[in-house]
């Protein structure tokens, strides 16, 4: 997704800053890049991953996480700051849960990493409230009519995390095998989770 808004002051700022440090050769862009993917699909994921292969294989700890997502997270190790007061919503054959934040960009940065642009967007901050299913639509989610979709706003708080349905084809894997098949956009609720690629 794109906004069409300019980019903020501080947005400005950081970009002028990065390009003195770029011209000055005291950074290189292309590790800035590569640091930043890391955390944005890699580490910060990789720990809501963990959560929700945990939520998978043990019904006891699902429980506990869908009562108190901040109390059963930390259980885990993962905790810090925007991570603070946590709520899991759980997806199932009656209901697809998707987090936005409308007011800012307030993200689950413990469980899922740094936010990806889109999220950040005017754009998806605005359109995923009046029109969650067309949204949904351009990540290739199609949710059936018949399902509710809920959009649930994250605010300085309170913060969101989606635990997905598990596909029935990794019923009965490990908890390190679940791992791989749980996206970052699967706890965001714009994608599912799937069968991770070779």
Same mark, same amino acid.
């Given at each position: ?20 440090? #770029?011209?000055?050769? @005291?950074?290189? !862009? %292309?590790? *800035?890049?590569?640091? $930043? ?7 910060? /994921? ?38 603070? #007061?946590?709520?899991? @919503?759980?997806? !199932? %054959?009656? *209901?697809?849960?998707? $987090? ?7 993200? /689950? ?38 399902? #509710? ?50």
């Amino acid at each position: 997704m794109s906004g069409t808004a300019p980019p903020s002051d501080l947005m400005l700022r950081i970009k002028a800053i990065e390009t003195l440090l #770029e011209e000055k050769n @005291l950074i290189d !862009t %292309s590790a *800035v890049d590569a640091m $930043i993917e890391l955390y944005e699909n890699k580490l910060g /994921p990789r720990n809501g991953a963990q959560v929700v292969a945990k939520a998978w294989t043990d019904e006891a700890y699902k429980a506990r996480l869908l009562e108190d997502g901040s109390k059963a997270i930390a259980e885990l190790g993962f905790t810090g700051v925007q991570g603070e #007061e946590m709520v899991v @919503l759980e997806n !199932t %054959s009656e *209901v697809h849960n998707v $987090i936005v934040c409308t007011l800012c960009s307030c993200y /689950p940065w413990p469980v899922l990493g740094l936010p990806p642009t889109w999220y950040k967007t005017a754009a998806y901050r605005s359109r995923v409230v009046l029109e969650p299913r067309a949204v949904l639509k351009e990540f290739d989610l199609e949710i059936p009519a018949e399902k #509710e979709v809920r959009v649930w706003d994250s605010n300085a708080e309170i913060r969101f995390m989606v635990l997905p349905e598990q596909p029935e084809e990794s019923k009965g894997l490990s908890e390190q095998e679940l791992v791989e098949w749980v996206t970052r956009n699967s706890m965001i609720g714009t994608g599912l989770a799937e069968k991770p690629s070779k």
